[in-house]
């Protein structure tokens, strides 16, 4: 019997074959965990662990603007906003300014797992992607080998030229821009060309058959045998590409030499790149580009853990390619590792970071990712207008549907690379989460995922008893990251008095733990909220004392790291707390987006926006999170309340979203009871109204 070791990133449900993950594509971690997934010794607690990200944009003078959902017609708030009235943090995110490079460290913010299986997992289980056929490889040469008139630059000074061969007219650095290799000639005596295949900024790329193994391989050489740059950069790609061996990274099979040109061995990739993909079907349909990048995120993670990490610098929609059933990186030229301080940087206008010339980072990698999915699925002037910017919603409607897709977007491309993702894992993490809700949105079928950021129903079956009140905004899970996590876990219970004095002592103990100050300010502020059932309750309690007190500890946490968007969302519940609905909503609308694919943060805008009267929006984000998850009970019992006084026949229809499992199912059978009685008795009084009315005339 095959014993298979499972996956121990938190929350993902593969196995590993070949060293990977064959669901989420990660490297095996040290530890593991064993064939019934449970964790080794050495394993990190399945816990919690934040985004490491960045500071909060504006908003505006309402957290709930004129924005809308195309087809939905709901108020939300808007995505890009200024910093709320009372607020004391500019800033929110988990990232560090230090002195190294950005995306120095990895760290996960969401659960891998997601309902359905699939061995490759493109798509994650949720969504169906077309599989294309091979291609035959003798299909893929090039019919008329020739540099286009517009990629004839002198590698020197770059200055366009209009022969194929011969001396820059403007610096005089020699250029040939002429494959070296025809049809027939025999590579390091084993590899037999076909013919070139394609060319790019290193060199041309040859089909060739391995004669001794019997199989197709490609030959990438230089494109200009007289460019010092190129060759120093080939050169450096080969050190790059004999230690990288990922599922979804191009094989690197030799090196070898034929006269003073060298070439790189590769695998054959008989797939179709996303760039011809793109071209011939005009916009993706959106859960397919999705499920190709956050397929490709994967490969990515794998680069930037290596030692040095390794940044791929120019990635679009020409460098990766669908090959059946899954996708792979298939041209690493511009690879580099991420403190070369002297090699030359590869990019593409439209796609590369504003600051990437400057030395590219794990932050600018991603950059490009996110810019390659915004081109995958929409018509833009990506080079020009929009060349470092994402169009308004208003231009594009595609962008006004996904409203969650448009927040991920506008993060990722954030012009301050602190502000962005720092980790393919978060990324690829948050993208998840889009891509379920818009499969739940879309297919009316639930995509729940368990969140490693928030803990689940705040009381278990009771949430449909209570109104829009305090206990229902999810509670942070422990960062097992900090260094006060195992003692805070170990402290966890005891009367109030006694956790209170525990989690002081702990403060102490661990003066660089934010972790400690959180959970000891949200002690302060659950006080609150357990001597008060509703929120009326909770703000007449009126306990200044205590609200200051958890305040002050939420500035401390700031002070230890600016961009720790936990900070917000405290704020945003101890506002809620006091009946600040509008101040609440505008710390929760700053961390949804940096969290665009998580569901705390849109029931948390629900529960604000229904305390404010804002029916429409408080409709909108409860039934985005009953939609995705029905475990989350108070969701759909808030969106039921909402309807009870518009559509209750619909209110009725969302009682029964709640699972015959959950312990709250009866309870929701008899809210929907008694909106029927409702509706029945209304019925009856107009009915009598107008039969009284008859007999008056």
């Known amino acids: 019997m095959v014993i298979q ?17 064959n669901v989420c594509g990660l490297e095996a971690a040290t530890g593991g965990a064993d064939t019934n997934g449970r964790p080794r010794d050495n394993d990190i607690p399945s816990a919690s662990i934040r985004t490491q990200s960045i500071r909060s944009g504006a908003f505006r003078a309402s957290p709930f603007g004129t924005a809308t959902i195309a087809g939905v017609g709901h108020k939300i708030a808007p995505a890009q906003t200024s910093a709320p009235n009372g607020g004391s943090s500019g800033s929110i995110g988990t990232g560090t300014k230090g002195t190294g490079r950005l995306g120095g460290s990895s760290r996960r913010t969401t659960s891998s797992k997601r309902s359905g299986s699939s061995r490759r997992q493109l798509g994650l289980g949720l969504v169906q992607v077309p599989e294309l056929p091979p291609i035959e490889p003798e299909k893929v040469v090039m019919a008329n080998a020739e540099v286009p008139p517009r990629r004839r630059i002198c590698p020197k000074c770059e200055e366009p030229q209009n022969r194929q061969k011969g001396f820059c007219r403007k610096c005089g650095t020699p250029f040939d821009f002429i494959p070296s290799l025809k049809q027939g000639d025999v590579v390091a005596g084993q590899y037999e060309v076909v013919g070139p295949m394609a060319f790019g900024g290193l ?155 400057q030395g590219p980072t794990v932050a600018s990698d991603l950059y490009t990712v996110a810019r390659t999915l915004a081109v995958l699925i929409m018509e833009f002037k990506f080079q020009s207008t929009h060349e470092f910017s994402i169009p308004p919603q208003e231009e594009r409607p595609i962008l006004a549907q996904y409203e969650s897709l448009y927040r991920f977007l506008l993060k990722a491309t954030r012009q301050d690379p602190y502000e962005r993702f720092q980790s393919a894992d978060e990324m690829a993490d948050q993208l998840a989460g889009v891509l379920g809700e818009i499969v739940a949105l879309e297919t009316k079928m639930p995509r729940p995922h368990e969140s490693t950021l928030f803990g689940g129903e705040p009381i278990a079956g009771q949430s449909g008893k209570l109104p829009a009140c305090p206990h229902l905004i999810p509670s942070l899970k422990i960062d097992p990251l900090d260094p006060a996590a195992q003692t805070l876990l170990i402290n966890s219970n005891g009367t109030f008095e006694e956790q209170i004095a525990a989690c002081k002592k702990v403060v102490s103990q661990f003066p660089t733990s934010a972790e400690a100050r959180l959970r000891l300010a949200k002690l302060y502020l659950d006080d609150v909220t357990n001597k008060a059932s509703t929120l009326r309750d909770a703000v007449r309690a009126n306990q200044p004392q205590a609200i200051d007190l958890a305040k002050k500890l939420i500035d401390e946490v700031e002070a230890l790291d600016p961009f720790d968007w936990r900070c917000a969302w405290m704020r945003g519940f101890s506002e809620f707390l006091q009946g600040n609905g509008e101040k609440a909503a505008s710390f929760f609308n700053l961390t949804y987006s940096e969290l ?43 969106l039921a309340r909402c309807l009870a006084g518009i559509d209750q026949e619909r209110a009725k229809q969302v009682y029964d979203r709640i699972p015959s499992s959950s312990v709250a199912y009866n309870y929701a059978q008899i809210c929907a009871a008694r909106v029927w009685l409702r509706g029945a008795k209304e019925a009856h009084i107009v009915q009598a109204g107008k039969m009284k009315f008859s007999k008056e005339r």
């Open 5 to 21: 070791m499972r996956c121990n990133q938190i929350g993902c449900s593969g196995v590993i074959q070949d060293g990977f993950c």
């Open 203 to 357: 060199g041309w790329i040859y089909l060739a058959k391995d004669n001794k193994l019997n199989r197709w391989v490609v030959l990438k050489g230089l494109l200009n045998a007289q460019d010092e740059a190129s060759a120093a950069a080939a050169a450096a790609e080969k050190q790059f590409l004999a230690a990288v061996k990922h599922p979804n990274i191009v094989g690197v099979y030799n090196f070898v030499q034929q006269g003073s040109a060298s070439y790189i061995v590769m695998e054959y990739v008989g797939g179709m790149t996303l760039k011809t993909i793109r071209k011939d079907r005009g916009p993706l349909p959106v859960p397919d580009a999705i499920s190709y990048i956050h397929r490709i995120l994967g490969a990515f993670a794998y680069l930037h853990r290596q030692t040095p990490p390794l940044v791929y610098c120019d990635f679009k929609p020409d460098n990766f390619m669908v090959e059946g059933d899954d996708v792979k990186l298939i041209d690493m030229g511009g690879v580099r590792q991420i403190d070369d301080q002297y090699g030359d940087i590869y990019g593409t206008v439209g796609f590369s970071a504003p600051e990437a010339g």
């Open 596 to 638: 665009p694919g998580e569901l705390a943060p849109k029931l948390a805008l629900a529960l604000a926006a229904e305390t404010m009267k804002e029916m429409e929006a408080a409709i909108y984000f409860y039934e985005i999170v009953g939609q995705t998850d029905p475990n989350m009970t108070s969701a759909i019992f808030g």
